[in-house]
């Protein structure tokens, strides 16, 4: 395969099984395609402007030789597409792990996780104010877990919390290849000066966070349709 199909072939490889999955019989996800839409591209919006602030800033970047040359802005078009094929993968595992396995973390350790989350990120945010990827991702977080614990006090964080253990997998893969590992160079390089400077492998620590902020949007916005129009997800 040829290097600058790198990126476009992370992005296809991420969606195309949980997509043709989706039509599964017993739990058909694609019925569920109506609520998914908005709940994919409301936050791909938010996460695009953020990501092209801090392309431009120099907080991270990309590296040409694995793009295929197609920008929007500063953002290469794999970069937009990132934003549709993961969420779109990793909502289809929230649902396929809580559809197939019916353990369910309870509500008092929920909210002790929770609880030590919006502590830790906030602490750690605080205390990195200067480093730009570290604050600003930490403290969103932050904010947006306090806005479920505290005023929608929704009830389905324990799924997704246990959800985001299997996603995790995927997760370290697919930005494993993004970071440099396999590969000679990175895809999606990062300022360590606007970082804690620590990885996990080739994949900087705000990552993680990164995506769990992510996620929780589109599965938030996933969940509230449901319920809006009365569909009764999975428990």
């Given at each position: 395969?040829?290097?600058?199909?790198?990126?476009?072939?992370?992005?296809?490889?991420?969606?195309?099984?949980?997509?043709?999955?989706?039509?599964?019989?017993?739990?058909?996800?694609?019925k569920k395609w109506r609520y998914l839409w908005l709940a994919i591209l409301a936050p791909a919006v938010f996460f695009i402007v953020w990501d092209e602030w801090f392309t431009q800033m120099g907080v991270w970047g990309f590296t040409p030789r694995y793009l295929t040359g197609l920008n929007i802005g500063s953002l290469p078009i794999e970069?937009?597409?990132?934003?549709?094929?993961?969420?779109?993968?990793?909502?289809?595992?929230?649902?396929?792990?809580?559809?197939?396995?019916?353990?369910?973390?309870?509500?008092?350790?929920?909210?002790?996780?929770?609880?030590?989350?919006?502590?830790?990120?906030?602490?750690?945010?605080?205390?990195?104010?200067?480093?730009?990827?570290?604050?600003?991702?930490?403290?969103?977080?932050?904010?947006?877990?306090?806005?479920?614990?505290?005023?929608?006090?929704?009830?389905?964080?324990?799924?997704?919390?246990?959800?985001?253990?299997?996603?995790?997998?995927?997760?370290?893969?697919?930005?494993?290849?993004?970071?440099?590992?396999?590969?000679?160079?990175?895809?999606?390089?990062?300022?360590?000066?606007?970082?804690?400077?620590?990885?996990?492998?080739?994949?900087?620590?705000?990552?993680?966070?990164?995506?769990?902020?992510?996620?929780?949007?589109?599965?938030?916005?996933?969940?509230?349709?449901?319920?809006?129009?009365?569909?009764?997800?999975?428990?």
């Amino acid at each position: 395969m040829k290097d600058r199909y790198v990126y476009l072939a992370v992005d296809f490889f991420s969606i195309i099984f949980p997509f043709l999955f989706s039509f599964y019989s017993n739990a058909n996800f694609s019925k569920k395609w109506r609520y998914l839409w908005l709940a994919i591209l409301a936050p791909a919006v938010f996460f695009i402007v953020w990501d092209e602030w801090f392309t431009q800033m120099g907080v991270w970047g990309f590296t040409p030789r694995y793009l295929t040359g197609l920008n929007i802005g500063s953002l290469p078009i794999e970069e937009i597409l990132f934003f549709i094929c993961i969420p779109y993968a990793c909502v289809f595992t929230y649902e396929a792990v809580n559809y197939l396995i019916k353990w369910r973390l309870n509500q008092k350790y929920t909210n002790l996780i929770t609880d030590l989350l919006i502590f830790a990120m906030l602490l750690v945010g605080g205390l990195n104010i200067e480093r730009w990827y570290t604050s600003v991702t930490f403290i969103l977080l932050a904010i947006f877990l306090t806005l479920h614990r505290w005023i929608w006090k929704t009830d389905y964080l324990g799924k997704f919390y246990f959800a985001f253990l299997f996603i995790l997998i995927p997760f370290f893969i697919t930005n494993g290849i993004l970071t440099g590992t396999g590969i000679e160079e990175q895809v999606v390089w990062y300022n360590d000066a606007e970082n804690l400077g620590m990885r996990m492998g080739t994949i900087p620590l705000e990552d993680t966070f990164y995506g769990m902020l992510l996620l929780m949007m589109n599965v938030s916005i996933f969940e509230y349709l449901q319920k809006k129009k009365g569909h009764k997800a999975p428990s």
